[in-house]
């Protein structure tokens, strides 16, 4: 996957280190070029000086191309604006941004943006998110114990139960999108192909999930 981070504080160094382990390209930008040397002598990827909802700074970094995109530098604002251009006008897919103030988390939900309170969640957390494709977190309960993540039912479970796809505590479908019509799904219920699906899942079951979705 092609990865772009937006920031090399604490956050944007930790994930770029954490992502560039794989076979992830990863491209990271900030306006201060100091910042840098918060990659260690181990880190792959590429560095961009500049400001992160710059135009052509994002097509220098290849924005185009790219498969997921964090903004994490310590503005919001900045976050917000960098994560509404790489998601309305490039149409990245997968698309996260810090925010630093929950108070004004549901703003930026109703514009769209995907975000997430940078105290509460780690590294590895976001890493995940940005690395995981065919899983969107639609919102996280409570102190970000139970993520709510929305499908496309993968092709190797179409045909199979519900009941394949859950981990009692852990894992639980809450409902299936099917057509013009949602239902809450029953243990038997079969998986149909373009089935769009909730999921109630643990924060520490993501890589169980991702065994059971084939991803793993």
């Given at each position: 996957m092609k990865i772009i981070i937006v920031g090399c504080g604490r956050i944007g160094s930790g994930l770029a280190m954490k992502l560039s382990q794989g076979d992830?390209?990863?491209?990271v930008i900030d306006q201060e070029p100091l910042t840098f040397k918060h990659l260690s002598t181990g880190f792959k990827g590429k560095t961009i000086a500049g400001v992160g909802f710059d135009r052509e700074v994002l097509?220098?970094?290849?924005?185009?191309?790219?498969?997921?995109l964090a903004a994490v530098t310590?503005?919001?604002?900045?976050?917000?604006l960098t994560a509404r251009i790489a998601s309305q006008i490039f149409g990245v897919p997968r698309v996260v941004?810090?925010?630093?103030?929950?108070?004004?988390?549901?703003?930026?939900?109703?514009?769209?943006?995907?975000?997430?309170?940078?105290m509460s969640w780690?590294?590895?957390?976001v890493a995940d998110l940005l690395s995981f494709a065919p899983v969107n977190v639609a919102m996280s309960i409570g102190n970000g114990d139970v993520d709510i993540m929305e499908i496309?039912?993968?092709?190797?479970?179409?045909?199979?139960?519900?009941?394949?796809?859950?981990?009692?505590?852990?894992?639980?479908?809450?409902?299936?999108?099917?057509?013009?019509?949602?239902i809450i799904p029953v243990i038997s219920t079969v998986f149909e192909d373009r089935d769009l699906v909730h999921l109630a899942v643990a924060t520490a079951s993501g890589e169980r999930l991702k065994s059971l979705l084939g991803l793993g």
């Open positions: 992830n390209e990863i491209i097509l220098t970094a290849g924005i185009k191309r790219t498969d997921s310590s503005n919001d604002e900045a976050n917000a941004s810090a925010l630093h103030e929950p108070r004004k988390a549901e703003i930026y939900r109703r514009l769209g943006l995907q975000v997430f309170d940078p780690g590294v590895n957390r496309e039912i993968p092709a190797l479970l179409v045909g199979r139960r519900v009941g394949e796809l859950t981990i009692p505590g852990e894992v639980s479908v809450v409902s299936i999108s099917r057509g013009n019509r949602s």
